[in-house]
């Protein structure tokens, strides 16, 4: 009778329910204001964190912005910003036998030259359950010094493109 190999037996990670977390996306976007140019600033960003099922998955995220003409958008000539937040995501229904599905997403953090940040995003998955290019929209309340007052809320508007497993 043969014997049970000493390797352990493969796990296909892929479709596994719970587990390591990580997304990374580029994003755009521009202020909501009447008066905005059309794409004010540019950024990266990366979520680590654990998925505890398809609809529920959180995680600890850092990332970096580039704005364009910054001292027309706050007090500062630095035109980086590098936002750390706190990230919750999930599927709207579930994705076992669609390749495409809704998601939602809610960050809330600081932005490192700016201040504090809350962003709701809706968005969609095409992909499998553990592999899956996204692409979404969100709408950010930040606070920022601005040349008219110090600590403005100022609103914002973000694309996201990204990827995650």
């Given at each position: 009778m043969p014997e049970k190999?000493?390797?352990?037996a493969y796990t296909d990670y892929?479709?596994?329910?719970?587990?390591?977390w990580f997304t990374v996306e580029g994003l755009g976007g521009?202020?909501?204001?009447?008066n905005s140019k059309c794409l004010q600033f540019i950024g990266a960003q990366t979520v680590n964190g654990f998925r505890?099922?398809?609809?529920l998955r959180g995680g600890i995220g850092i990332g970096m912005k580039y704005y364009f003409k910054s001292e027309d958008v706050r007090t500062s000539?630095?035109?980086?910003?590098?936002?750390?937040?706190?990230?919750?995501?999930?599927?709207?229904?579930?994705?076992n036998d669609r390749?495409?599905?809704?998601?939602?997403?809610?960050?809330a953090g600081t932005e490192i030259?700016?201040?504090?940040?809350v962003s709701p995003l809706i968005g969609l998955k095409l992909g499998e359950q553990r592999s899956s290019f996204t692409v979404g929209l969100s709408y950010t309340i930040i606070k920022m010094d601005t040349w008219d007052k110090d600590g403005d809320m100022r609103n914002l508007v973000t694309l996201k493109f990204g990827y995650e497993f």
């Open positions: 190999p000493d390797r352990a892929s479709q596994s329910q719970s587990g390591y521009s202020m909501a204001d009447p505890l099922n398809e609809f000539t630095i035109s980086w910003g590098f936002p750390l937040y706190a990230n919750l995501r999930g599927n709207i229904i579930s994705q390749a495409a599905v809704p998601f939602w997403s809610l960050e030259r700016s201040g504090f940040f």
